[in-house]
C-alpha cells in the first residue's frame, strides 16, 4: 500500500512560485502514475481536476491552464514526485492532492495542500 504525503503549499504572490512534493511510503517506481490534483475553493471532491501526471515510464501531461507554468518530476530515490509552479495566479488557488496509482489500478489519495495565491 502506498500512502501519498504533500507538502509545501502556502501563500505566494501572484506571479511568484511555489514547489509540491509527494512523498509516498512504498516506492514510487512500482506505481503506474503519480497525479497532481486540484479542487478549487467551493468545489467538491468530484470536481477535482487534473493537474499534471507522471507515469513510471517518465511520460507527461498537464492541464492546458497550466502549460509552460508547471513541472512535474519524479525522484525515485526519494520516492518523491514534485510540482514545480512557477507565474502562479489567482485562479491557482485551489487545495492540491496527489493520487498514486498502483499497478493493479488501485488509487491512492494523500490528505491534500494548501495553496493560496494572493496579494
Known amino acids: 500500500q502506498v500512502q501519498p504525503v504533500e507538502s509545501g503549499g502556502g501563500l505566494v504572490q501572484p506571479g511568484g512560485s511555489l514547489r509540491l512534493s509527494c512523498a509516498a511510503s512504498?516506492?514510487?517506481?512500482?506505481?503506474?502514475?503519480v497525479g497532481w490534483y486540484r479542487q478549487a475553493p467551493g468545489k467538491q471532491r468530484e470536481q477535482r481536476g487534473l493537474v499534471a501526471e507522471i507515469t513510471s515510464g517518465n511520460s507527461t501531461s498537464y492541464a492546458d491552464s497550466v502549460k509552460g507554468r508547471f513541472t512535474i518530476s519524479r525522484d525515485n530515490a526519494k520516492n518523491t514526485v514534485y510540482l514545480q509552479m512557477n507565474s502562479l495566479k489567482p485562479e491557482d488557488t485551489a487545495v492540491y492532492y496527489c493520487k498514486a496509482v498502483s499497478r493493479l489500478w488501485r488509487t491512492y489519495w494523500g490528505q491534500g495542500t494548501q495553496v493560496t495565491v494572493s496579494s
Open positions: 512504498g516506492s514510487i517506481f512500482s506505481l503506474r502514475s
